[in-house]
């Protein structure tokens, strides 16, 4: 069962838009591939376990601070783990996250 999610509109970041001219060029998901999605300022990767009719399903494989490149466990009731339900319309290109500091030295 797959959790449902309300993904933000990518806007021009949109991977529909950016194959928009050049449709036959259009990556379509494949099992295992990493595909992205915009959530309340976080860039959800998704690690597809089956495309069908322009949706892909898939797990939750990181959450990442559009501002800060930071990941997280959580994004409100998204975390690491969930299988959730991914249109085509609702991809996103990634941001250039920044590095995030990482103080594990």
Not at 30 to 44: H, K, M, N, P, V
Not at 69 to 82: F, N, S
């Amino acid at each position: 069962m797959h959790k449902h999610v309300e993904w933000d509109d990518p806007g021009s970041a949109s991977v529909l838009r950016y194959y928009q001219d050049h449709p036959h060029d259009y990556p379509e998901p494949y099992t295992g591939s990493i595909i992205s999605a915009r959530l309340s300022g976080f860039t959800a990767r998704v690690r597809v376990d089956a495309w069908v009719d322009g949706t892909s399903t898939g797990e939750v494989v990181a959450l990442i601070a559009d501002d800060t490149g930071r990941r997280e466990q959580r994004v409100g009731e998204l975390a690491i783990g969930d299988t959730v339900r991914l249109p085509d319309a609702r991809r996103a290109m990634e941001p250039p996250h920044p590095a995030a500091d990482d103080d594990r030295d």
